[in-house]
């Protein structure tokens, strides 16, 4: 037992087996930070800020790396599965804050599923297959449902293959570009040329809050802490190392892409990185970039989708929402109603949303998320544990906090209402929860 918590240390529990060490961690959020997002949102960035790409790419990356201090405590000051949600039970102790915590991670996997699929039925796959976008987008997610209710057998070798897939597109897109510098055919003058008719800071914020959904995907990590080895020294070096490896690729995209492209073109396409291969004349075959693409987002959507269901089961199985999402496949053992709810949620918002505002709704559902890990980091300073993990200076989450509150700032009222709908809905299923609890309770005490 841990002398100072009174709780089992990791050695001392029989959990998941800790096989994991810093460079497959490193490479696992590397897979996860350098997601689908980027193939498709160069453009509605450039719609922001014109040429100036990189500018919302390093305010991004700012405020990422305040939250990644924020999770290396947390992570290794607590090494257990759970994250957000599990760091905000320890720290506030009120159920209904724990659930809603767990509940806007759920929320934001179906928006940025939903994103993802329409992201995949736009000009990617158009360069493959002419079919109408809506149609595809939901074939799309009921294939991946299908899959979800059949068992995903996740590991960290398949997730492997997923990211260098995604790299080699991402690392293709920075060839090309230097290619078409190099000849003298690029226009390097793009790069501080702003949109026209927009404030230059004004837009810069606004495309900053689409720039660090490119983040997103670090704080998955925290689900790996059980399987980590030596998680004290693992996770700053694999996490930080991961978000700057991320931030050097993303710059050269970004910056590769308004060489090439005129901003205007690239805000106009939903395939931004397939129109830079295909205006640099380089001659890659457009099919297989746009198949390398489609991969990329097919694999995100799934994994995000997988999640969603999973945290759906877990709020259940704690009692936190309906009894019903926790029922399973009898021989898949798959939760087959909280697969099939994410998914009947995830085809409304692709029919009713679009890649832009999805996108913004999921970075504000996380940013509350992230909200609540730094004033939870803040809170459980003086929770003094036993063994040795990394910690950061109070000014960090403190940072961090005003860093999110400003990304907040720039969301639009439609965005907002989106994310009250979640919150509301997510209450009404709590107080469900709860009603049925309480009539387990009376039942169990009558008889």
């Not at 100036?52 to 991004?60: D, G, R």
């Not at 934001?108 to 993802?116: D, E, M, P, R, V």
């Not at 809506?134 to 492997?160: D, K």
């Not at 504000?364 to 040795?388: G, M, P, R, Y």
Request: with cysteine; net charge neutral.
């Amino acid at each position: 037992m841990s002398e100072k918590t009174g709780t089992a240390t990791p050695s001392e529990h029989i959990g998941l087996k800790r096989a994991v060490g810093a460079p497959l961690l490193f490479a696992f959020i590397v897979g996860d930070t350098l997601g689908a997002g980027i193939y498709t949102l160069v453009g509605s960035m450039s719609a922001d800020v014109g040429g100036v790409i990189w500018l919302p790419l390093l305010i991004a990356l700012v405020v990422a790396l305040l939250t990644a201090g924020t999770y290396a405590e947390l992570i290794t000051k607590y090494p257990h599965a759970g994250g957000a949600a599990r760091y905000a039970e320890r720290a506030f102790k009120v159920p209904y804050v724990s659930f809603l915590v767990g509940f806007l991670m759920m929320a934001s996997g179906i928006t940025t599923a939903a994103a993802l699929a329409n992201a995949f039925a736009g000009d990617y796959l158009a360069a493959l297959i002419d079919v109408p976008a809506g149609p595809a987008a939901v074939v799309f997610i009921i294939l991946l449902t299908l899959i979800n209710l059949r068992g995903v057998r996740e590991s960290l070798g398949a997730n492997l293959v997923a990211s260098i897939i995604e790299v080699t597109g991402l690392v293709l897109v920075i060839v090309v570009a230097a290619i078409v510098l190099g000849s003298g055919n690029g226009e390097p003058g793009r790069l501080v040329e702003f949109a026209p008719g927009v404030s230059p800071l004004g837009g810069a914020f606004a495309a900053s809050v689409i720039a660090f959904f490119s983040f997103l995907g670090f704080e998955a990590a925290a689900n790996m802490a059980e399987e980590v080895r030596n998680p004290s020294k693992a996770y700053p070096r694999a996490l930080f190392g991961a978000i700057g490896t991320a931030a050097v690729v993303y710059l050269l995209i970004a910056l590769g892409a308004v060489i090439v492209l005129p901003p205007a073109e690239l805000a106009e396409s939903t395939g931004p990185l397939l129109d830079v291969v295909r205006a640099s004349g380089v001659g890659i075959p457009l099919w297989l970039f746009s198949l390398i693409a489609l991969v990329a987002i097919a694999n995100g959507t799934l994994l995000f989708m997988v999640m969603a269901s999973r945290v759906g089961y877990g709020l259940s199985e704690a009692k936190l929402l309906p009894d019903a999402f926790c029922r399973v496949l009898p021989k898949r053992r798959t939760p087959f109603v909280s697969i099939i709810v994410v998914a009947v949620l995830t085809i409304i918002l692709t029919l009713v949303g679009n890649v832009n505002s999805l996108a913004e709704t999921t970075v504000l559902l996380l940013l509350l998320v992230f909200l609540s890990a730094n004033v939870s980091v803040l809170v459980l300073k003086k929770d003094k544990v036993e063994h040795e993990h990394f910690s950061v200076p109070r000014i960090v989450p403190i940072l961090a906090t005003i860093a999110s509150i400003v990304l907040l700032a720039q969301q639009s009222g439609v965005i907002w209402l989106g994310a009250i709908a979640y919150i509301v809905v997510g209450s009404l299923l709590f107080l469900a929860a709860r009603a049925g609890r309480r009539r387990e309770e009376r039942v169990s005490t009558s008889v």
